[in-house]
């Protein structure tokens, strides 16, 4: 059981590049998260989707987009990449309300991706 | 969802333990305390979380004043691998959330042997 899994876990982008992080779940859960977390603070809510077919922002959407046609995936995308996008990103993941396991209301991350925008 | 304050860091020894306080002054009373911990940049890694009763799991115990109004985890026999940055966060209930967190600063814990 792999869990979330997250790739790549580095990448260097130039100004401008896009890119599309991938995450991918294999937990069965609903519910899944893109955060950022900039050095030395707490992370930061991208946009989120409780189901396939279905996002919403978070608290810091833009410059990103994302996309949830399966249950399992749920990858972000960077248009035009700016000095500001460098961040480690993470993916987590949760099951839906009433399900095994869900009563916790756990997250699940996965180990980051580190981008560094130059 | 309910602010919560932190100390920004704290040390503490090797075998002993520790309490990591959270002030949550505003929690409603449908609001959770969760409390997740990351060590050295990995993901956020879930302990514990109570609504108003006090809770125990194979990690850590979880103190919850009567007002609810802060709160305590206890890492009970604290050791190296518990160095981590904890998060306190107060959140309501699952359903109306769509399970979302808000994360703070944490407290940077530093446990010296």
């Given at each position: ?10 990448r ?7 890119m599309?992080?991938q ?8 519910y899944m ?6 050095p030395?603070?707490?992370l930061?809510l ?5 189901g ?13 987009n994302v ?8 990858p ?5 990449a ?17 399900t095994?396991?869900?009563?916790t ?14 | ?10 040390d ?15 929690i409603?009373?449908?609001e ?11 993901g956020?890694?879930?302990i ?5 009763n ?16 802060s ?13 981590a ?25 530093l446990?010296?042997?």
């Amino acid at each position: 059981n792999a869990g979330v899994t997250q790739t790549p876990k580095f990448r260097i982008l130039k100004i401008g590049q896009s890119m599309t992080l991938q995450c991918t779940q294999d937990m069965n859960h609903n519910y899944m998260y893109w955060y950022r977390q900039d050095p030395g603070m707490g992370l930061k809510l991208i946009y989120y989707s409780v189901g396939a077919g279905i996002t919403d922002k978070g608290e810091v959407p833009n410059g990103y987009n994302v996309s949830r046609s399966t249950t399992e995936d749920f990858p972000l995308r960077l248009e035009l990449a700016a000095p500001s996008q460098t961040s480690v990103y993470f993916c987590a993941s949760s099951p839906n309300p009433g399900t095994a396991g869900a009563n916790t209301g756990e997250l699940f991350f996965g180990e980051g991706s580190r981008l560094t925008v130059l | 969802d309910a602010k919560t304050t932190q100390p920004t860091s704290m040390d503490c020894a090797e075998g002993r333990a520790a309490n990591l306080p959270c002030n949550h002054s505003t929690i409603s009373g449908n609001e959770y305390v969760y409390w997740y911990r990351q060590i050295h940049s990995q993901g956020p890694q879930y302990i514990i979380h109570g609504l108003k009763n006090n809770e125990t799991n194979e990690m850590a115990s979880l103190i919850i004043t009567e007002d609810r109004k802060s709160s305590t985890l206890i890492l009970p026999h604290a050791t190296l691998r518990d160095t981590a940055v904890y998060y306190c966060i107060v959140r309501v209930t699952f359903e109306a959330a769509g399970n979302k967190l808000t994360f703070g600063g944490g407290t940077r814990v530093l446990v010296k042997p």
